[in-house]
């Protein structure tokens, strides 16, 4: 990834949490518990998936820095959905948990010098070391893909509707 492409990378990851807040200005709060199927995640689960995921992933992103070489935390996202049941945890907090973590790790990333993004950490779940700009890959598309499952899911509950 080239400086010009990091940059736009960098771009698309700070504008998650407006993306996200527009999503949800136009997606019925009486549909936030609608579940497509059992195992798939409402919007409100989607809300405090993206939370606790952002709180890791800032993380991850400060140890990228700080301390390369460094293991780093996996979490099982569907473990963590059902054991801290996130239907009962507040969708308002965890947004401004997200929105606050998001703007502080993006005004980190807009200040670091080009060699930073060689760094790497190693993640359990991963064979190889995992580099900083294969985080930013994942982490500036990770709201986009959410938003693409709300609508989804939003499109789901019309149609259970009619």
């Known amino acids: ?36 199927e059992p195992t798939a995640w409402s919007v409100h689960e989607i809300i405090i998936h993206l939370a606790d995921s952002e709180t890791n992933s800032s993380l991850r992103a400060r140890q990228f820095v700080a301390q390369p070489g460094a293991a780093v935390m996996a979490f099982d996202q569907d473990v963590w959905a059902n054991k801290l049941d996130y239907h009962q945890q507040d969708w308002q907090d965890a947004l401004e948990i997200l929105r606050l973590t998001r703007k502080s790790t993006y005004e980190l990333l807009i200040t670091l010098p080009e060699d930073v993004w060689t760094n790497s950490v190693i993640h359990p779940e991963i064979d190889q ?15 986009p893909s959410h938003i693409e499952q709300i609508n989804n899911n939003h499109k789901l509950w019309l149609a259970s509707q009619a």
């Open 1 to 36: 990834m080239d400086a010009a492409q990091r940059k736009e990378k960098i771009e698309l990851y700070g504008r998650g949490y407006d993306q996200l807040s527009a999503t949800l200005d136009n997606i019925p709060k009486e549909m936030w518990q609608f579940k497509p």
């Open 129 to 143: 070391p995992f580099r900083f700009e294969r985080w930013l890959e994942i982490y500036s598309g990770h709201i």
